[in-house]
């Protein structure tokens, strides 16, 4: 099974650890990430402006790379699966965004042909969770987890088609498949905050300090994300009141290719 890849910056700087042991992750359960070349910085936030193009041209160069391989492209850090997301529906269906890209890039057109799929949905929808349960060598037994979703990976829920939005499970479940306990919270779908950061440094730190006092009042030993943001927020603002991994990290370790 392989898959067109797009790592994106976090990825390959401050969290190229968190890439590794979803690569090493990938490679045990049978997947081919195909690294696209030349790829560019998605911008890390989806601009809702109508006529905002130029930030969103390295989104399509992505999916056409994909295109051309004829294969789906995989996301690993939730900004960028939003963002590419959120550009690929726009090609798709706001005509005059994908007429004004198409006559911008001026090298094929490109259209919304390809699949975007996060890793976690490539767990679930391509590999299945009962596999990766098959192929555990070292059971989280005992663990008791929590998931922090966030807010890219869910909404807008009609664009991402990622999970239900109010009520997400693909988490938990991968949670269970590890062979831990996960733990539900009502924050676990919430803002974090950290994009507020350069704003107001008092608003992540607050929703962080919510979303971790939250998960420890019912019982959670550990957090796990899916996006680096998320991931430096709740670890920086969080103030050690719960370690916060990322979710390849926990994978690599249950796989035994963790060193």
């Not at 890439?19 to 081919?32: D, R, T």
Request: charged fraction near 25%; include cysteine; proline fraction near 3%.
């Amino acid at each position: 099974m392989e898959f067109s890849y797009y790592p994106g910056c976090t990825l390959k700087s401050k969290g190229k650890d968190l890439e590794i042991y979803a690569i090493k992750s990938a490679e045990k359960l049978g997947v081919k990430m195909n690294e696209i070349a030349d790829w560019q910085c998605c911008g890390g936030c989806y601009s809702t402006a109508k006529d905002e193009i130029a930030t969103k041209l390295a989104s399509v160069r992505a999916l056409k790379a994909a295109k051309a391989r004829g294969e789906d492209l995989l996301t690993l850090c939730s900004a960028c699966h939003n963002v590419i997301k959120r550009v690929n529906f726009d090609m798709q269906n706001d005509k005059t965004f994908n007429s004004r890209v198409n006559t911008y890039l001026n090298d094929g057109e490109y259209n919304g042909e390809t699949n975007v799929i996060h890793y976690l949905e490539m767990l679930r929808d391509r590999i299945g969770f009962d596999k990766i349960r098959q192929a555990v060598v070292n059971p989280l037994t005992g663990k008791k987890i929590g998931a922090y979703y966030g807010c890219l990976l869910l909404r807008p829920s009609s664009v991402m088609a990622f999970d239900n939005p109010e009520n997400p499970t693909i988490m938990e479940d991968f949670i269970k498949a590890l062979g831990a306990t996960p733990v539900k919270y009502q924050t676990r779908n919430e803002c974090c905050g950290a994009y507020c950061t350069l704003e107001d440094k008092s608003i992540p730190e607050k929703r962080a300090g919510k979303i971790l006092d939250d998960a420890l009042s019912k019982g959670a030993e550990m957090l796990i994300t899916a996006c680096p943001l998320c991931l430096y927020n709740l670890k920086v603002n969080g103030k050690g009141k719960l370690p916060v991994v990322y979710f390849t990290e926990l994978l690599a370790e249950a796989l035994g290719v963790k060193e």
